[in-house]
């Protein structure tokens, strides 16, 4: 999935979009770390350390996974950022749909990448 910028700031830097409806109102909603055999989570402002890998997104690469929520169509909008072969990568894709989790039947999670 092609990554879309909004307005450049130049302290800030390019306004990520929505990968879904375009628009600029992204928040972010969660951050995990992969590294080797470990996930590192944070996420309403608590952070974890385990073992949990079933959703990284590359089986044999470390990383780091960024999520972001749209304000206005409420879908994630996923960032990896991935190590292979001594070089760095930076992919996007649609994560989930979160309005659902509001009615009780959230979307199962397929964000995985293989
Ligand atoms: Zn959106």
Redesign the pocket.
């Known amino acids: 999935m092609q990554l879309q910028f909004g307005k450049h700031d130049s302290t800030l830097g390019n306004q990520l979009?929505?990968?879904?409806?375009?628009?600029d109102?992204?928040q972010h909603h969660a951050t995990e770390i992969y590294d080797t055999n470990i996930r590192v989570s944070v996420e309403d402002s608590k952070a974890s350390i385990d073992t949990d890998l079933a959703n990284k997104p590359f089986q044999n690469l470390d990383g780091l996974k960024i999520r972001l929520i749209?304000?206005?169509?409420?879908?994630e909008?996923l960032f990896f950022l991935v190590q292979f072969n001594g070089r760095t990568y930076l992919n996007s894709r649609i994560g989930r749909n979160l309005m659902g989790a509001f009615y009780g039947q959230p979307e199962p999670e397929h964000d995985s990448i293989s």
């Open positions: 979009k929505c990968l879904t409806c375009g628009c109102y992204l749209c304000n206005v169509c409420l879908h909008t």
